[in-house]
């Protein structure tokens, strides 16, 4: 009751909002849905366009896609600091969703034009082009991530209906996230990219209007933070083995988004980059698949029986064993799909569960804040991959190396879960 009281204090809301039924949480999802589309078509086609149409090295690839993260080490914080004070346009999150989706659709038109932006601007050089428009993009993206993800915090209670939310996400954003694959692997990249501006624009603008934000957020929740950090616990000590945990998980993620295309080429032996794109994208749309298909059915059921730091731990550890896998036996396509199924049950547990989890240890009146925070164990390791890991890889013989790495520092993330202590979920 207490909920429903506290929702009622912003815009009127929809019979749906009020009921919390399959189609509210299906709306809820879409503006992370949009932001997911536009961070798997530059997955997608990102390094494939940079490497094959405008031949920048894969150390220079990892650079260009350090812009975005290095940017977004300050400015996800930021936002989600503003976005926990602000009030605009009926909403706390709102206006970063729909200034973060408009601009992510427009770096995306940007993406297959650099050549032209390059000769229109009279460059010699290509890189400040690509820089500008993977910064905007990923900048886009992370910052918009922030509010999409935070706003389900903020009109789910705690418990159950909160892993609902993150689950749902995740199930309707992985669903399109496939979809991007399956464009990719029938058509082209070119015809994604410009599939993908649209849908953008639409996930974000049409239903962030439908969702009514509180003007207050939750009380009894912050009163239960208070507590624990009278008794010690502190709000920042909670989360910081949630984001150490988390961090090394995208440490070996995003080495394998950003470098797979040098192993098809030189571990399989692949030239053609037609044939290098298309495999990338079945493997991914095959990850994606079982990314979309077991959050809801499967991991929310089995995290209210055995926690949800459990069950995330099992499957990072199994996603784990899947890059092992393409380390010993991934020679050839076949065996890479087979593989990137099973990492698949470890992917729908890191865009899912460690929102729950996270979101549950802090005051919703902080949310952004520590969501952007939280974020931030995203793109550290994506700086730590773009800078680090490309030297090392770019100088390795055997580019076994970059499965290799995925393999251990998942490993080391589930290894680093058994350390975060799960919350009762209550229904």
Request: overall charge positive; glycine content about 8%.
């Amino acid at each position: 009751m207490k909920f429903l009281i506290i929702m009622n204090t912003g815009v009127k809301m929809l019979e749906i909002q009020k009921k919390l039924t399959k189609s509210f949480y299906a709306i809820l999802s879409l503006p992370a849905t949009a932001m997911g589309f536009a961070l798997s078509v530059q997955i997608s086609a990102l390094s494939w366009i940079l490497s094959t149409k405008y031949h920048l090295s894969i150390e220079n690839v990892g650079f260009v896609w350090a812009a975005g993260p290095l940017a977004g080490i300050i400015a996800q914080v930021l936002v989600g600091f503003i976005s926990d004070k602000v009030w605009l346009w009926n909403g706390r999150r709102r206006p970063f969703i729909l200034i973060g989706g408009t601009l992510a659709a427009l770096m995306l038109l940007c993406l297959p034009n650099l050549d032209k932006i390059q000769a229109w601007m009279g460059l010699t050089q290509l890189m400040p082009v690509a820089l500008f428009v993977a910064l905007t993009l990923d900048l886009s993206i992370n910052v918009s991530f922030n509010p999409t993800r935070s706003v389900i915090a903020d009109v789910t209670p705690d418990g159950n209906p909160r892993t609902k939310g993150y689950t749902w996400m995740q199930t309707i954003s992985g669903f399109f996230s496939v979809l991007v694959y399956v464009i990719s692997a029938s058509t082209n990249n070119y015809i994604l990219i410009y599939f993908g501006l649209f849908l953008v624009l639409a996930f974000s603008l049409i239903p962030t209007f439908l969702i009514s934000e509180p003007r207050e957020l939750g009380q009894g929740q912050d009163d239960k933070i208070k507590e624990e950090a009278k008794a010690g616990k502190t709000e920042f000590g909670q989360l910081m083995r949630i984001y150490l945990a988390h961090g090394f998980s995208w440490l070996g993620i995003q080495t394998m988004f950003v470098y797979i295309f040098a192993y098809i080429n030189e571990v399989m032996g692949i030239a053609d980059s037609n044939h290098i794109g298309q495999i990338i994208a079945i493997a991914f749309a095959i990850l994606n698949t079982v990314g979309f298909i077991l959050p809801a059915p499967v991991l929310e059921p089995i995290a209210e029986k055995i926690g949800r730091v459990k069950t995330h731990m099992i499957c990072v550890a199994i996603m784990a064993l899947g890059y092992l896998g393409i380390v010993l036996a991934g020679k050839t396509p076949v065996m890479v799909y087979g593989f990137m199924a099973v990492c698949g049950i470890g992917w729908a547990s890191v865009v899912s569960l460690p929102f729950a989890i996270a979101t549950e240890k802090v005051a919703k009146a902080k949310m952004g804040l520590y969501m952007g925070i939280f974020n931030l164990s995203v793109v550290i390791p994506q700086l730590i991959v773009s800078w680090g890991f490309g030297k090392i890889i770019q100088n390795s013989a055997n580019k076994n190396v970059i499965f290799i790495i995925s393999a251990v520092t998942l490993a080391i993330s589930s290894a680093l879960w058994l350390l975060v202590k799960d919350n009762k979920a209550k229904n």
